[in-house]
């Protein structure tokens, strides 16, 4: 069983508009949550990490955290053809090892 | 600038062949993992590392081998491939006071 869960498995989303991803942790473990982004044929990004419940914001992109739920969020307002990708959220026990279970990851496609 | 570079970028071995993987980091980093992705399942970690003459096993490691024999290099070894091993691996880097994990351009192994 996959411990981390992403939905939805695909998105589409006109040029300019927000796209949200959502990610849960079965592993009441975790602690720490990360998003990665990954264009095609190419290797993985990290996007925003969070580690405090609350909200994150960078630039056009706004991460969310319910520790108690173990759900994150990624939103991308004014969203562009470049964002299109494989997004994947990754979870850890600690910022040390940094040992990462990710999810199986949301396809994101903005279509101009 | 951070890297990870790996080597070779592609392979096609047989079915009971021996490949190795290498991947190089000149981040200083102390933490090298081995991850593969196949489509449906994301990135699974094989075997990671927190320092030279370390290695541990990851989610996945059966069928896999890794050495670690400097802080800069780490190895993944098929002794025997098998063709259910055809996939994208890569390698990545980290450090507790990186808390990102790096990572390279991606090896694309075919087992014929």
């Known amino acids: 069983q996959q411990k981390v869960q992403q939905s939805p498995e695909s998105l589409i989303v006109p040029e300019g508009g927000m796209a949200s991803l959502n990610c849960t942790s079965s592993?009441?473990?975790?602690?720490y949550f990360w998003w990665y982004r990954q264009h095609s044929g190419k290797s993985p990004k990290m996007l925003m990490?969070?580690?405090?419940?609350g909200e994150k914001e960078e630039g056009r992109f706004t991460v969310h955290l319910n520790k108690a739920s173990l759900h994150t969020s990624l939103h991308i307002r004014d969203s562009q053809p470049s964002d299109s990708a494989l997004y994947l959220c990754?979870?850890?026990?600690?910022?040390?090892?940094?040992?990462?279970?990710f999810g199986k990851g949301t396809v994101l496609l903005v279509s101009p | 600038e951070a890297a990870v570079t790996q080597s070779p970028r592609n392979k096609v071995a047989v079915t009971g062949g021996k490949v190795t993987l290498s991947c190089n980091q000149t981040?200083?980093?102390?933490?090298m993992y081995w991850y593969r992705q196949d489509t449906g399942h994301g990135l699974r970690l094989i075997h990671y590392?927190?320092?030279?003459?370390?290695?541990e096993k990851g989610d996945i490691p059966d069928g896999y081998k890794a050495s670690r024999p400097s802080q800069e290099n780490f190895s993944l070894i098929l002794e025997l491939a098998t063709p259910s091993q055809t996939s994208v691996y890569f390698c990545?880097?980290?450090?507790?006071?990186?808390?990102?994990?790096?990572f390279g351009p991606g090896t694309r192994l075919t087992v014929l």
């Open positions: 990754a979870a850890s026990m600690d910022s040390g090892y940094n040992k990462l279970t």
């Open positions: 990545a880097s980290g450090d507790w006071a990186y808390a990102e994990q790096l």
């Open positions: 592993d009441r473990n975790v602690d």
């Open positions: 981040n200083n980093h102390n933490n």
């Open positions: 990490s969070i580690f405090s419940n």
């Open positions: 590392s927190y320092g030279a003459g370390s290695t």
